[in-house]
């Protein structure tokens, strides 16, 4: 075990949130935005205002960065800090890799396969950080449930169209 650094780096911490926040920002912009991308489609029960993804997903990678800074300062095993970081790493992938496959591709049903796989990644990511620091795994929960919304969009929107 290491021991814990009760002084937060917030360049460290800094470095983390906008490590999230630019897989986010970076598919946005490869996908060309998320504004009108459902406009095509035959809109599901249930779909917010296009206006509330951005703000949403703003603030679940800031919380994502956060907890990730967490868990790599905690008081855990090099082994399990450095398993839980990567599979945190690998669920920003996938969730990076989705919305190219939806928004990009509009490969609907291959997306609803990869945000299943990413809902079982945010699982594992969760119980990761929750054996190694409780509120860190409890900061992605909200993460977990937006993506499950999600989840059922995609499905939705493939099942209708």
Same mark, same amino acid.
């Given at each position: 075990m290491k021991s814990e650094k009760n002084k937060i780096n917030f360049v460290e911490l800094f470095i983390y949130i906008i490590s999230a926040e630019l897989a986010g920002a970076l598919s946005a912009l490869l996908t060309g935005g998320f504004g009108g991308s459902f406009i095509k489609y035959r809109e599901p029960p249930?779909?917010?205002?296009?206006?509330l993804f951005p703000v949403v997903w703003t603030i679940l990678y800031a919380v994502m960065g956060i907890s990730a800074y967490m868990i790599k300062n905690?008081?855990?095993? !090099?082994?399990?800090?450095? *398993? +839980?970081?990567?599979?945190?790493r690998t669920q920003l992938f996938v969730n990076f890799s989705?919305?190219?496959?939806?928004?990009?591709? !509009?490969?609907?049903?291959? *997306? +609803?396969?990869?945000?299943?796989?990413?809902?079982?990644?945010?699982?594992k990511m969760i119980v990761d950080f929750r054996k190694i620091k409780i509120f860190a795994g409890n900061l992605n929960i909200p993460y977990f449930i937006w993506v499950l919304f999600a989840a059922y969009l995609n499905i939705a929107?493939?099942?209708?169209n």
């Open positions: 249930l779909l917010p205002p296009a206006w905690s008081q855990a095993y !090099e082994d399990d800090i450095r *398993s +839980a970081l990567k599979n945190y989705w919305s190219i496959v939806f928004f990009r591709f !509009e490969k609907l049903w291959l *997306s +609803a396969g990869i945000i299943i796989f990413l809902l079982v990644l945010i699982l929107i493939a099942a209708i």
